[in-house]
């Protein structure tokens, strides 16, 4: 990736091209036309000049998190231009969701592969083979996979619950012998999403197991009466 004329995230009271481990820096080895990043630490400046392409937003991106992308040339070519106006310094966390929400505009994401973040068409991620998270994931605009498993309610009422919630790109399916939904969506679509699971799947007003000891008949022949 080249680094591109002025997007860089800048450190407090640092330049460009610092190498202290405080901050963040984009660098360019001229002989090795490499780039070299630095984790951010601390808040630093957003700063990009006039239009933003998909090439200068993962450069930053990497600038800051280190992390390596990946990008089919069809998905590039049919990118979208952005405008990114931040005025305040942000934390690293800050940046990467900024950055995410600026990928979701252009109509893109990204699916994580081992340590390489793939970057797909928002429309086509739930094809991609994405690993199943745990838990509730960060409210985030990256696209993540989760299991829901009810305990009280039919999985079936619950997936159709959930779809009222789900993002034009997230896809919701039951397993029906499992008993279990599969939720692909935005991170931040499904923690919505557990949090109504949560509300909806709750035991009935007055439901639970009750013993009743039978003392004077056959307990299978009493529970066919009362069946």
């Not at 997007?7 to 009271?13: D, K, S, T």
């Amino acid at each position: 990736l080249a680094v591109p004329v002025g997007a860089f995230a800048q450190p407090e009271g640092k330049g460009k091209g610092t190498d202290t481990g405080t901050g963040t820096g984009d660098t360019t080895d001229p002989s090795e036309g490499t780039l070299t990043c630095n984790k951010a630490k601390g808040k630093f400046s957003v700063t990009f000049k006039g239009d933003v392409e998909l090439k200068d937003l993962l450069t930053w991106a990497r600038s800051f998190t280190c992390k390596n992308f990946i990008y089919d040339q069809s998905v590039l070519s049919r990118s979208k231009k952005l405008t990114i106006i931040a005025d305040d310094k942000v934390t690293a966390d800050e940046a990467y969701r900024l950055f995410l929400v600026g990928l979701q505009t252009m109509g893109l994401t990204v699916v994580s592969k081992g340590k390489v973040l793939k970057v797909v068409e928002s429309g086509q991620a739930k094809g991609e083979n994405i690993a199943i998270k745990k838990g509730t994931p960060a409210s985030t605009e990256e696209m993540v996979r989760v299991l829901i498993r009810p305990g009280n309610v039919p999985a079936q009422d619950l997936a159709d619950a959930l779809s009222a919630v789900k993002s034009a790109d997230g896809d919701i399916k039951v397993i029906g012998k499992a008993g279990v939904v599969l939720v692909t969506d935005y991170a931040s679509h499904i923690k919505d999403m557990k949090v109504l699971s949560r509300e909806l799947d709750k035991p009935a007003e007055g439901a639970g197991i009750y013993t009743i000891r039978v003392v004077y008949t056959d307990a299978k022949q009493l529970a066919d009466t009362i069946n």
